[in-house]
C-alpha cells in the first residue's frame, strides 16, 4: 500500500492506495461532508473503496488542525481536460466528524459549487 500527501495551503489529505504508484499531482480539490472531488493524471477505479486521513485547519487560527480519518467510495473518475475528474462518496463518516467537516469545509470555501449553499 501506498499512502501519499496532498497539501493544498492550509489543508492537507492523505490516500492511502494499494497500488504501487500514487495518483500524481492533485488539482480542483473540492470537499464537503458528502465526499470530495478532484482532477487527477490517472483515473482511479470506480466503486474502489479508499482510507482518507484529512486534516483541516480549524475556524480559530490558534487550534489544532482537525483530523478526519474515514474511507470513500470512487463513484466516478471520467476524462476532463489534460486529467481525470474524480468523485469520491465518504461511506463511514461518524456523525461528529461529519458535523465538523461540514463547518470547516463552509467556513473554508473547500465545497464544490454544488455543495458551496448547503
Known sequence: MTTTKYSFGEYSVSL???EDSPLGPL????ICHLGMKFISARPMPEFGLYEFDIS????????EPAQVKCCGVVVSSQPEGAGFRTVIHFSDLDQ?????????TKANKMRCDYCANC
Open 96 to 104: 461528529s466528524s461529519k458535523s465538523q467537516l461540514e463547518a470547516l
Open 27 to 30: 488539482d480542483d480539490l473540492h
Open 56 to 63: 483541516i485547519r480549524p475556524l480559530s487560527d490558534d487550534g
Open 16 to 18: 492511502a492506495l494499494d
